[in-house]
Structure formats: C-alpha cells, structure tokens
C-alpha cells in the first residue's frame, strides 16, 4: 500500500474515533464510528490474501449491521424523547438496544463469535489496530450510557470473562487465544464500568499496553501458533525470556 493511501486511512481512524469521543449527538457519534469501520477495512484486506479478504467481509458486515442497530436506536430514542443528546435516555428500549449494538462493535459475549475469526484473518500490525484503537470509540459511548442499563452491562460483563476464560482453553493458534484474551479483559472492564469508571479507564490503557507487548512480540518471531513459541529460543534469547513475563502480565 502506498504511503499517502496507508496515511489518509490512519487519518480516518484517528478522527472517526475522536469524533465519537468528543461528539454530544447520537449521529455525530454514528458517524464517527462508521468512519472507523470505513479506514480500518483497506487496511484488513491489503494483503489481497483470501483470510484477510473473508476478515474484511465478516468485519464489514458486523459492524454494518450494529451500526443499523445503533442508528435504528437512536433515531427511536429521539422520537420519543425529542433529544438526540446522548445523556437523555431515559425509554429503556433504545437504551439496551444501543448497549447491544456497541458490545457487538467490540465484540462482547453473547455477540463475540466473530472476533476470534476476524482477528485470526489478520496479520498482527491490523490485529493489534482492531484490538486496541477500534475498542475506544464505543467504550467511550458505553461510558457515557452506562448509568441507565445496568442489569445488561453487568450480564454482559460476566458472560465475557467467562467465554473469554473457557474459549482460549482449547487454542493452539495464537490470534484466537488473544482474541479470547481480548474478549474476557473487555468483560472485566465493562463489570467494572458500573462501580468505578475512571478504574476502567485505566484498566483499559493498561490492556492496550499489555496486548500491544503480545502482539509486537509475536510479529518479531512470525509466530502463529504454540509451536513456533517453543522453537523461537534460537532465533531472539533475550526476547524468548521475556515472553513469559509478557503474558503473564496481560493475565
């Protein structure tokens, strides 16, 4: 990819997320999150690989079906309060509908099923993009609504740390355990969201710190699954030595 086309698609990334970080207006925030899904897309498919094609599709339609949701929402909420200020809640319906369709764009238990298949698609520069930087924008909308739903957060939350737990158990392939990892830290910092969000805050910049070391790791030894690990001490010692700190870190 040549470098104006890879700069302009970061530039989309960083402002579809700023925008929905900074944004008041239900269709401010819309628009900020479908300008992320639009950026990160170029990136998932430019290995012209048929995985990383097939990860771009499951990606796009993902996204584009909890966008619709999200809109569908929020449009509701606005008819029946006549605000499309992101503080005024208050019909129950559009709230879990809204608190749904964001834990499918990140990816939550029930609605994970497509992370481990997306990610495992990628090679680890983009993997590590959708598992950090793409996490932010709807975090920071779950942040904002998160005082009105709390029995839907709280369930969601538990699922995730348990299938997160469980569904990394069985995995040789590293992606998917990561993955899995992702999904059970977002159900810890989404339990947390209810009782101390600046906690999750900071739970969630040490998660993109420790993710990052992973995903940085496995791309200097071009390891995709538990094998490669194991025959890696010839080729970087000093890296092989601190993997396990790494990992255990991120647990």
């Known amino acids: 990819?040549?470098?104006?086309?890879?700069?302009?698609?970061?530039?989309?990334?960083?402002?579809?997320?700023?925008?929905?970080?900074?944004s008041s207006h239900w269709l401010l925030a819309w628009m900020g999150l479908e300008l992320n899904t639009m950026a990160i897309i170029p990136l998932m498919a430019q290995s012209h690989h048929p995985r990383a094609v097939e990860a771009a599709t499951k990606y796009f339609l993902i996204q584009a079906a909890a966008a619709a949701t999200l809109l569908f929402a929020t449009t509701y909420n606005a008819w029946m309060t006549g605000q499309w200020d992101i503080y005024h809640m208050s019909s129950p319906l559009p709230n879990t509908?809204?608190?749904?369709?964001?834990?499918?764009?990140?990816?939550?238990?029930?609605?994970?099923?497509?992370?481990?298949?997306?990610?495992?698609?990628?090679?680890?520069?983009?993997?590590?993009?959708?598992?950090?930087?793409?996490?932010?924008?709807?975090?920071?909308?779950?942040?904002?609504?998160?005082?009105?739903?709390?029995y839907t957060m709280i369930s969601l939350g538990l699922l995730s740390t348990l299938i997160g737990g469980w569904g990394g158990l069985n995995q040789t392939q590293l992606r998917k355990i990561i993955a899995y990892s992702s999904i059970a830290h977002l159900g810890w910092m989404t339990l947390v969201i209810q009782f101390s969000p600046s906690l999750s805050i900071l739970t969630l910049l040490t998660y993109f710190f420790m993710t990052s070391s992973v995903f940085l790791t496995f791309k200097k030894y071009k390891a995709y699954n538990i094998n490669t690990i194991s025959t890696s001490w010839a080729k970087a010692p000093a890296l092989t030595a601190l993997t396990p700190l790494i990992l255990l870190s991120l647990a």
């Open 97 to 150: 509908l809204i608190t749904l369709a964001l834990a499918f764009k990140i990816g939550l238990a029930p609605l994970h099923a497509w992370l481990p298949e997306v990610i495992q698609g990628l090679d680890y520069t983009t993997g590590l993009i959708l598992s950090t930087w793409q996490k932010i924008a709807p975090f920071a909308l779950l942040l904002q609504i998160q005082p009105a739903n709390s």
């Open 1 to 22: 990819m040549s470098p104006p086309i890879l700069m302009i698609l970061l530039i989309g990334l960083s402002l579809g997320t700023l925008i929905t970080m900074s």
